[in-house]
């Protein structure tokens, strides 16, 4: 009984430490570099820009 508890915990941990061996350094939020050659393709256009209308004060209740 004792023997598989130990040969259990030592798979766990075995496994445990090669996940994180195979980590690096990068959080993700770097940005990437863009692939080079690439140009024009979707979202290269920018929108029109609207002015925003203006507002109106509320008229008063009598």
Known sequence: MMRSIIVCLF?????NTK????????????PVAPAAGQEGGYGEEEAAVVPAPEEEAPNQVE
Do not use: C, L, P, W
């Not at 996940?19 to 770097?30: L, P, V, W």
């Open 11 to 15: 798979i766990v941990t075995a496994a």
């Open 19 to 30: 996940s994180i061996h195979k980590r690096n350094n990068e959080y993700g939020d770097e």
